[in-house]
């Protein structure tokens, strides 16, 4: 059972846990959820800045903090998923498996044959990290601002604005050819599409950031940790398991 010391915050989604868990509660920065949905949420402890939500209220959310404050957060429907689901139609399994053989995650190495009797799940989970290894691979033949090129991906109809009829469509900029052979400029257009847009909606609440939190699968992903850093032009600290938040901060800016 839980010692009787364990602390339990009753009703506590998992955004909220979040800005408890990320520190926010003792520090003046805001969080990026980098998940299935891309937020961003700040900690709001006193009623001047609780008023000032208030009236911006069109744009994302105000709920509830587990000490009895408030968040305002932003959530993006086109996350994670809507990312994967691009570098799923440029990046191919046999590449994926290819890799598991030849240069495997964190030092191991996965033959064919062991990966064909890997239980399903498991076998599904090393696919995405070794097409998320080539994805920031081909990042890395590209320069941050990619020349201009820009795309916003939906996999879904965006809500935090409303932006309807979009699901399942790409809006790009500046990309003639979306071939194979130029995969590596429609990724980070995408990507960095995304953190514009997140941007953007931060740039709408007049939120001045100088220091991010960061979390969720895709800020593995040290490209795009670098992305969010540029065009934030802020500090990203990195939590990993073990770590304190100080552990890994990315450069400022470009």
Not at 44 to 53: T, V
Not at 227 to 248: M, N, P, R, Y
């Amino acid at each position: 059972g839980l010692s009787q010391d364990v602390q339990i915050a009753n009703g506590t989604g998992d955004n909220p846990a979040d800005l408890v868990g990320l520190g926010l509660l003792e520090k003046n920065r805001v969080a990026v959820s980098l998940g299935t949905s891309f937020n961003l949420f700040q900690y709001i402890s006193n009623l001047a800045d609780l008023d000032r939500a208030l009236e911006m209220g069109q744009v994302g959310n105000l709920m509830g903090s587990p000490d009895g404050k408030w968040m305002k957060l932003i959530c993006c429907q086109n996350g994670g998923l809507a990312l994967e689901a691009l570098r799923d139609k440029y990046i191919l399994n046999k590449e994926a498996v290819e890799r598991l053989a030849t240069q495997g995650l964190k030092g191991q190495t996965y033959s064919r044959y062991r990966l064909r009797k890997m239980l399903a799940d498991d076998r599904k989970k090393l696919m995405s990290a070794s097409k998320w290894e080539i994805f920031e691979g081909l990042l890395g033949e590209t320069k941050p601002g990619n020349n201009g090129a820009m795309m916003i991906t939906q996999n879904k109809d965006e809500t935090v604005i409303n932006i309807e009829h979009t699901k399942g469509r790409y809006f790009s900029k500046g990309i003639t050819d979306f071939r194979r052979a130029n995969r590596a400029q429609i990724l980070r257009a995408a990507a960095e599409g995304q953190i514009y847009f997140l941007k953007h909606l931060a740039d709408v609440l007049g939120l001045h950031i100088k220091e991010i939190n960061l979390t969720g699968g895709v800020a593995k992903n040290a490209s795009i940790r670098q992305i969010i850093a540029d065009i934030f032009d802020a500090s990203v600290h990195v939590l990993q398991k073990g770590d304190v938040w100080e552990s890994e901060p990315v450069s400022l800016g470009m």
